[in-house]
């Protein structure tokens, strides 16, 4: 089994920072991307930023100069979401999502598309 684990919403103030973290628990699973999606109260789940096996990144426009998306390098399987300037707009519950392959054994690999819990930040002061 390989599940994504998050951890560290909670409340923040508007302007204030937030670090959001995801792992994967679970053995020999290799992503292609892992990302970090948002769904607030009535509305629909929307992509805010992506990183790429490669380590490249990508944002939602929302979202740019403001969040980070990042890799721990000692943990391949760890991704943060450093969020800055937050807005109360921001309010959601934020879902790590990945995609990639999960060795089954010696000659075969299974794709696997995993979905965290959910973790709710909520921007208020």
């Known amino acids: 089994q390989v599940r994504l684990v998050e951890s560290g919403g909670g409340l923040v103030q508007p302007g204030g920072s937030l670090r959001l973290s995801c792992a994967v628990d679970g053995s020999n699973f290799t992503y292609y991307n892992m990302d970090w999606y948002r769904q607030a109260p009535g509305k629909q789940r929307d992509l805010v930023a992506t990183i790429l096996h490669n380590n490249s990144t990508n944002y939602a426009d929302s979202v740019k100069g403001r969040f980070t998306i990042s890799r721990d390098n000692a943990k391949t399987n760890t991704v943060y979401l450093q969020m800055n300037s937050r807005k109360p707009e921001g309010t959601a519950v934020y879902y790590c999502?990945?995609?990639?392959?999960?060795?089954?054994?010696?000659?075969?690999?299974?794709?696997?598309?995993?979905w965290g819990q959910g973790t709710m930040v909520t921007v208020s002061s």
């Open positions: 999502h990945a995609e990639g392959l999960k060795a089954v054994d010696a000659d075969t690999d299974r794709f696997l598309e995993l």
